[in-house]
């Protein structure tokens, strides 16, 4: 199984209907991409300083499935209308 987490801290101007619309965005994602096992999202909880705004977590059988997340035309479109949110992102497999 390969794990995907993507984490994002938002620009100053970002509004919560934004980031609402890329909550969504991330439901739609996992809905018609059929290679993702299984995805999770949300805003940090602020229990500690120096955490990302908001994190992305999903799961592929293999770095192929991951793959064909990255270079679906749902996904290149996400991407696409919501990267420039973000101040910064980090991102790992594993």
């Not at 965005?25 to 955490?51: P, Q, R, S, T």
Request: charged share 25%; glycine share 4%; net charge negative.
């Amino acid at each position: 199984m390969l794990r995907h987490i993507v984490m994002f801290n938002w620009k100053p101007e970002v509004t919560e209907e934004q980031i609402n619309a890329v909550a969504k965005g991330f439901a739609h994602l996992a809905e018609v991409i059929d290679v993702v096992i299984e995805m999770k999202f949300g805003k940090n909880l602020a229990i500690m300083d120096g955490c990302f705004d908001y994190a992305m977590s999903a799961d592929f059988e293999s770095a192929d499935d991951w793959m064909t997340y990255r270079n679906h035309p749902e996904h290149i479109k996400f991407a696409t209308n919501f990267a420039s949110l973000a101040s910064e992102t980090a991102r790992i497999q594993f």
